[in-house]
């Protein structure tokens, strides 16, 4: 099993709603990563997990939460969203976090309204 | 920080042999180089990695000179099929452990017939 699973593939919430967008592995990597993408863009990095312990913050607003609750989950918690936060939200999981070899899920795409 | 300098979009024909070179002036002696490609609406796909000299996998080659300041992902006899987004990422390590992998701004490869 090589895949990354993302759960919700298209997401629609309100700028007062909380929500959460999931992401899943089973190949047992120990590494994974919240990148967000806009039309036309390369994805940007957010966060990235190591070990489930928070490694990597690129200086996101504290809107966005990460939360790794066990080695093969990976949730990203929204409240309060802005419409420019409208984007394709991808996750990632590789090995480790000395892999550059990472295996990304198909993404959510989000629309703040 | 090694960022990296890809053409914006290359134009290739069916059965043709595509090089897109990226440039990664500042890149660390740990560095690895690594390509992806993706699709629209879909999340990027690790294509090959190298570290120095030549690599190349069933899908394509990866070529790096001795000062390792640039690389060139070769694709033999392209198709349609491979008409998308390609990036090239170097690897940045950061204190405290964590591997950042950061997208640049890829360089769009169309195939025609």
């Known amino acids: 099993d090589t895949e990354v699973t993302q759960t919700p593939k298209h997401l629609v919430m309100g700028m007062t709603n909380k929500k959460s967008l999931k992401c899943e592995q089973h190949?047992?990597?120990?590494?994974m990563y919240w990148y967000k993408q806009k039309a036309k863009k390369p994805p940007e990095l957010m966060f990235v997990?190591?070990?489930?312990?928070?490694?990597i913050n690129e200086s996101v607003p504290s809107r966005f939460s990460p939360e790794c609750p066990n080695s093969s989950l990976l949730n990203l918690h929204l409240h309060a969203l802005q419409p420019e936060d409208s984007a394709l939200y991808l996750c990632?999981?590789?090995?480790?976090?000395?892999?550059?070899?990472?295996?990304f899920g198909q993404g959510t795409r989000l629309t703040v309204v | 920080l090694a960022k990296t300098t890809q053409p914006i979009s290359m134009d290739s024909y069916e059965g043709q042999e595509v090089n897109i070179t990226c440039s990664h002036n500042?890149?660390?002696?740990?560095?690895?180089i690594t390509w992806y490609q993706q699709f629209p609406s879909q999340g990027p796909r690790f294509i090959i990695q190298?570290?120095?000299t030549k690599v190349t996998n069933e899908v394509a080659s990866l070529f790096i000179p001795a000062d390792r300041k640039s690389s060139t992902l070769s694709l033999p006899r392209v198709s349609l099929s491979d008409t998308a987004v390609y990036y090239c990422?170097?690897?940045?390590?950061?204190?405290?452990?964590?591997?950042?992998?950061?997208f640049g701004t890829g360089t769009q490869l169309k195939v025609e017939l």
């Open positions: 190949m047992g990597h120990r590494a």
């Open positions: 997990y190591s070990y489930e312990k928070l490694s």
């Open positions: 990422l170097v690897g940045e390590r950061v204190t405290g452990g964590g591997n950042k992998l950061t």
């Open positions: 990632a999981s590789s090995q480790d976090d000395r892999v550059t070899e990472a295996f």
């Open positions: 500042n890149i660390a002696t740990n560095d690895y």
């Open positions: 190298g570290y120095k």
